[in-house]
């Protein structure tokens, strides 16, 4: 099945439907945006329960595998054989997964199980932002990215509070149990509600392509998600995963150029427009990596502020995205999609500059304005980004544009977190190491005791002092580090082209492609 010259949704329906749709894809992607903090705040309770606290980190890790891998799969199928089946295949696949976790009965079961939530979570990632953009005109996408992405804003405070509490006073089961009942509003609503036209023919799947995506990337992550903690970086298993990935990123590159329908198609980064793109969100997925996952050890080892304290530090960052996001319509409509990424780019490496320049120990007000500072740059500069892609081709390949605009973030994110905790611990190491004299014989021999040393009854003020020293320097050093990936992102989209080409008569009206800046 294969869209018709003129594709998308029944527009007879809209707007009275339009709203509706929006709703059910709200509720799609609060599924995936809680499901990581909502988990992360049960580990006691879960661990107490099922056992194997060794594999824990694989609860986590396994989720983001199996959704990045497959994210460009699921964007090609929704231009395949439409968004609808491809947003409801998922959703159901997603909520098949939720109740198996419910039901885990020891921490190898709850690995699988959360392997295939994130088979379902890809393809909500994949689908809920290209069904935004075949629904709205290029105008109105900036806002309604913004609602998707407060989205995530919600998820970041109503997810500790709802995993604690379900912890705490019921069993840490609901945590996925209650994906249940927004899974199925979704689902209903998409239902009811979304209709797409089509002129019904035979796919043809990229079952190569797709297998050789699912074995490079595979590889890639496992071995940024194992490397420098399961074993070290130049062991022979790294070696071996980063050699699975090279050959497999070859072997794809050789088979998507003679594919009828690839699944990754050559021309995602042959194009400059696209290319720019793409590796823009791979910047930005690895900038954001840094608070997300240090700023809570800084604020509560550093700072002292308790747990529910620094998560809404880090919230703040979700507060200033969508808001940026809203705004970013009329910015790119006036200023052009280029432009409005490019001052997004400019705010992330102000906001990195800014928060490595405060003074130690730094107010807590002062880190909560430069987070909301730096989720306003990553709003302005995603959502420009995304809508510009999204609006320069036709429907029948906003799927796979829009899945590689999701899958560079994602990819961006797993290199983040592995560049992250390399210089983390490289910087807490060597503060550790230049210690006075004094000191020496009192602090803790290993990176991973440090923060037990720090919490113990029996330590010391000095070298409680020293190690919270150490923890801020190593957290402005990973801030100074990202500003890095943060220049070449505003280089990257200074490659650009400055304007982009409008495709189709849904973006550009009656008389087809247009010119946008």
């Known amino acids: 099945m294969a869209p018709n010259p003129s594709p998308g949704t029944d527009d007879d329906a809209a707007p009275h439907a339009r709203g509706w749709i929006l709703a059910a894809l709200m509720c799609a992607m609060l599924l995936a945006a809680m499901d990581t903090t909502i988990v992360s705040t049960a580990v006691p309770q879960i661990v107490g329960d099922l056992g194997g606290f060794a594999h824990f980190s694989w609860v986590f890790s396994i989720y983001l595998l199996a959704q990045t891998v497959t994210i460009p799969i ?9 968004r609808k089946p491809v947003l409801i295949a998922g959703t159901v696949i997603f909520l098949v997964g939720s109740a198996a976790c419910a039901a885990s009965w020891d921490m190898l079961s709850l690995i699988a199980f959360r392997g295939l939530q994130g088979l379902g979570a890809g393809s909500i990632m994949a689908t809920v932002s290209t069904l935004a953009a075949d629904l709205y005109p290029v105008h109105r996408r900036g806002a309604i990215q913004g609602w998707l992405s407060s989205v995530w804003g919600v998820a970041a405070i109503a997810g500790p509070l709802l995993g604690g509490t379900f912890a ?3 069993s840490w089961r609901w945590i996925f149990l209650v994906n249940l009942p927004i899974g199925v509003v979704a689902l209903a609503l998409i239902g009811a509600y979304l209709h797409e036209h089509f002129e019904r023919r035979r796919p043809r799947i990229d079952v190569a392509g797709s297998g050789l995506v699912l074995l490079w990337v595979g590889a890639l992550m496992f071995a940024l998600l194992q490397g420098g903690q399961a074993w070290p970086w130049l062991s022979a298993l790294s070696l071996a995963a980063f050699g699975v990935a090279a050959i497999g990123a070859v072997a794809t590159v050789l088979v998507e150029r003679r594919a009828a329908e690839p699944v990754m198609p ?18 930005m997925g690895l900038v954001m990596m840094a608070p997300s996952t240090l700023l809570p050890t800084l604020l509560q080892a550093v700072q002292g502020l308790g747990a529910v304290g620094a998560g809404l530090v880090l919230a703040s960052m979700s507060i200033g995205w969508p808001l940026a996001s809203a705004l970013s319509g009329p910015a790119y409509m006036r200023f052009g999609f280029r432009d409005t990424a490019l001052a997004g780019g400019v705010l992330v490496v102000a906001s990195l500059l800014a928060f490595w320049a405060l003074p130690a120990p730094a107010p807590v007000a002062a880190i909560l304005a430069t987070q909301v500072a730096l989720g306003a740059g990553f709003g302005l500069l995603s959502t420009p980004v995304l809508v510009g892609v999204q609006s320069a081709v036709g429907w029948e390949r906003r799927g796979v544009v829009t899945g590689a605009n999701m899958f560079s973030r994602y990819l961006g994110q797993s290199l983040g977190a592995a560049l992250v905790g390399a210089v983390f611990n490289t910087t807490l190491a060597e503060r550790l190491a230049a210690a006075p004299a004094g000191l020496g014989g009192r602090l803790p021999p290993r990176i991973d005791a440090v923060l037990d040393t720090l919490h113990a009854a029996a330590t010391d003020a000095a070298v409680r002092a ?9 957290t402005r050093q990973v801030f100074a580090a990202m500003l890095l990936p943060a220049l070449v992102i505003v ?21 087809g492609s247009r010119r946008r800046r």
Not at 266 to 283: E, F, K, T
């Open 74 to 82: 699921y964007g090609k199928l929704a231009d395949l054989v439409g």
């Open 168 to 170: 705490d006073y019921l």
């Open 266 to 283: 050559p021309w995602l980064w042959r194009s400059r427009l696209l290319g720019a793109s793409n590796l823009s969100m791979i910047g």
């Open 466 to 474: 020293w190690l919270r020293e150490a923890i801020d320097a190593a």
């Open 491 to 511: 280089i990257v989209l200074l490659v650009a082209p400055r304007s982009f080409t409008l495709a189709g008569t849904h973006d550009a009206g009656p008389q």
